[in-house]
């Protein structure tokens, strides 16, 4: 850094101290029309007067921004929360430079103009880091948003004593279906359940790698000592399994949920019997 850039850096310091009311109130305005009101003024004053005393510790010491970095992580992962946009995030920061720039054009004072310009790069700087914060910051709550997706869309249900049920709705991919086993295992093991259904009646298509993730779901089942049942084995389903050659072995399937529900129940010891009404009526003595 040269002699003048570096007086240019102690000038631009010193006179964002002593503007600091108004420019940090200018910053404040621009940044508040920039995310178009839908931001709480008082927070985002906050938020921005805390990054302005940072950044004036930064000036007056040796420079490190590690602080000032910081809460711009801060600001960002806030502003992504909120729902606000990677542009509108980095405007919020650019808008000091012409919060700063404003009480300099009435004055001719080359030293603090080339202070600015120095400014004007390490807002850019800083700016193009909040940029890259937001964005990361939007890709982990997507992700989080994905896996709390998967555990709602994959509940293990307690159909009688010793029967789980595994509803699926939606394609089953390989994420979702380390998900189901997962989820599948603990419910056996904290239920100690023997039989457990698979219901994909909400599943749009069955087809070769659908099958080997139903495959891989009910042998883990079988490893801790339960046996599965495939439900919801629609007209089109079979037909698309046959056409494809898939082999469930020795799988039981099912066309219902119901029918699962039945043939478990028997398996389990359970008598149903039938009432004149022609409604089931699923005894509670076991065999």
Known sequence: MTASTDAGRLRMAELLREQEQTILKRWTDLAATTVGGRADRGVLAGRLRDIYQSLLVSLAGDGDT????????????????????????????????????????????????????????????????????????????????????????TPVVKLWDGILAVPLVGTLDSARTQVVMEKLLQGLVDTGSEHAVIDITGVPAVDTQVAQHLLKAVVAARLMGAECVISGIRPQIAHTIVTLGIEFGDIVTKATLADALAYTLRRSGVQLEQGADKQVVVGLERA
């Open 66 to 153: 590690t602080d000032l970095r910081g809460l711009l992580a801060d600001l960002s992962r806030a502003q992504a929360r909120e729902g606000f946009t990677p542009s509108e995030t980095a405007s919020v920061v650019f808008g000091l430079k012409e919060a700063a720039y404003e009480p300099l054009e009435s004055e001719e004072d080359f030293t603090a103009l080339r202070g600015y310009i120095w400014l004007s790069r390490l807002i850019d700087d800083l700016g193009l880091f909040t940029f890259e914060t937001f964005v990361n910051a939007r890709e982990k709550i997507i992700s989080d948003q994905a896996e709390q997706l998967l555990e709602l869309s």
